[in-house]
Each structure stands twice: as structure tokens, then as C-alpha cells.
């Protein structure tokens, strides 16, 4: 399980700590989900969501001060013994100093948002779903060309960096070099970045290390970006059938999310940059619409039916509207 400290989201999302007597420094969250305590607030605990963030908006708050004195600490007292990471109040709300105290005494955190609260749980959810997806570390290349965010994978020592460093020179910018980690955001999208101590460094044989960031520019690296397309280098194989019009795609997969996968054999003389720059755009003019392969296909079937009908291999269909 994957865990994010409870200071990192004070310090990402700008909140005001109303209980700074409570040290967080050593608090995690472990779900990515929020919850809006209203249900609670009437006294119904059953399938409590008490592991979230509990949200308390201008619905929740009015509840609240309709409630009596006695009665509201009653319910927020029950609610904090559940041992909830953290309550946030959205929109500026004033926040009870009765509840202060008792947070404090429960030790339970209570923070203030600036934000509207539907736009906090918005930002809240979607940041702590990247944070706390489920991740693998493999070995590869990634980059990002023409903003299609491009994976080269293979064995060591087969050119994937030096077909990075070409794609930095062509103006291509550079994510991650030997280890690429993986999360999974959704069943549909993966992300890859590069570990904190390795980014924006790329090892060259025969050279070493090689900051990128610090010999072409800021505008050469990136600190994340989705996995759209899967290069695997390897050795060319003179007895091996390679895909030549590429009608089918094939897939790789990673943590249960597909990737399409495109194998390219490595022979000398092959310029790796141009060969990932093509591909990038020919995946990128596939998910437009428009498929190259599929395109000669029907011209060259198109070419053949043509050729039979002229020399009577095949009937004619006759046109509508004829007795023929």
C-alpha cells in the first residue's frame, strides 16, 4: 500500500492549519477518495468512509449551526473517535473554537481551504490518485516526441540512450533515462517520471553522465508525461518475420493497462531518432483517424478489382436503376 504524508498535502493544496498543536509530521493518507461527513453530521454511521479526508462545505457547516451546542460536539466528537486522517473546512469557514479543542484533544488535524468545495475535492482526488497509484519500475527510455510520450525499451547497451540524446538535439524533451517509473492513474492512462536522484541525467557509454537539464536548457526535459507508445529495440534477425505494413497492432502490457508495442530491429546505419519521431507521428495520426497501412491496403485491393473487372475475371456489378 502506498501511502502520501499528511504535510505534503497541507503544503500542495495552500491549507491553513487550524490545530497547530497536533504534530502531522509522521500522519499519511492512504486513499485517494474524499468524503463529505453529511450523513455522519445526522447521526448515521454505518459504512463511515472514516480512512478519507472528511470535507465539510457550506451545506455541512449550516447543518452544523442549526444543531445544538451540546448535540454538534456530541456528533463531531463521535465522528473524530473513528480516528479520521483529517477534516477540512472549504470556503474560508470559520471554524468553532469548541471543535479546535476538541480536534486538538483527539488529535485529529483540522485545515481551512480558500477553495470552493467542490473544486478542492476535485483538485484533492485527482492529485492524490497520481500519488497514491499503484507504480512498477522498469528499464527503458522515455520521452516525450511531439507530445506523444514514447517508451523505449530493450537490452542494455542497445542504443536507447543515444536515441534519446539524438530526439533532446532535434528538439524532443527528455522524461526519463535507464529507469522509468510507471503509475497507474486509470484503467485507461499510464504516467511515467523518473526517480527523484536520476532525473534529467542520461549515462552514455564511453562518456558517463550527462546532464541534460544543465547542457540544453529547461526546455529539454519534463518531469512526467503519459505512456502513448512502446518501441522495443532488438538485434536484427535475418531469420525472423517482421511486421511490414503494420495492419495489426500489437500491445504490451503494464500493471493491467495495454500499450501498443512496435518492435524495431537494430541494424547499422539505422537512425533510431527519425525511426521514433516516425512513429510517434504515425500513432499520433492513428488516434486522429487516419491509418497509413489501412489506406495502401484498400488502394492496392481497390487496384486489384479494377484490374480483374477490365479483363473479365470477375462480373460487373450492374448499377441501380438498370434491367441488367
Known sequence: MYT????????????????PEID?????????????????????????????????????????????????????????SYHVPCIVFCRNIEVNEEFIQLAT????????SQKSTSDFMAEVIRWLKVELAPRI???????????????????????KSEAALELIKRGHRLVSDDVVEIKKVSDD?????????????????????VDVKALYGVECVKNTQNIDLVIRLEEW????????????????????????????????????????????????????GYD?????YNRVTNNLIKQQLKAGLVPSVPEAGTDK
Open 189 to 209: 492512462t499510464l504516467v511515467g517520471s523518473a526517480p527523484e536522484i536520476t532525473r534529467h541525467f542520461i549515462e552514455l557509454r564511453g562518456i558517463g553522465i
Open 105 to 112: 484533544e483527539m488529535d485529529v488535524p483540522i485545515f481551512r
Open 237 to 288: 534477425n535475418k531469420d525472423k518475420e517482421y511486421d511490414r505494413m503494420g495492419l495489426e497492432d500489437n500491445y504490451t502490457e503494464y500493471l493491467g493497462n495495454k500499450v501498443i508495442c512496435q518492435d524495431i530491429p537494430i541494424r547499422p546505419g539505422r537512425n533510431l531518432a527519425i525511426i521514433c519521431e516516425t512513429a510517434a507521428v504515425n500513432h499520433r495520426q492513428k488516434k486522429m
Open 24 to 80: 502531522i509530521s509522521e500522519q499519511v493518507l492512504t486513499q485517494p477518495e474524499v468524503n463529505r461527513p453529511a450523513l455522519q453530521l445526522a447521526g448515521f454511521f454505518d459504512y463511515f468512509n472514516y480512512d478519507r479526508i472528511q470535507i465539510i462545505g457550506n451545506v455541512e457547516h449550516a447543518y452544523m449551526e442549526k444543531m445544538e451546542k451540546d448535540h454538534g460536539i456530541g456528533i463531531m466528537k463521535k465522528l473524530m
Open 292 to 296: 497509413a497501412a489501412k489506406e495502401l
Open 137 to 159: 519500475s522498469i528499464h527503458g527510455v522515455l520521452v516525450d516526441v511531439y507530445g506523444e510520450g514514447i517508451l523505449i525499451t530493450g537490452e542494455s547497451g542497445i542504443g
Open 4 to 19: 502520501v504524508e499528511l504535510s505534503k498535502l497541507v503544503e500542495k493544496m495552500n491549507l491553513e492549519n487550524c490545530t
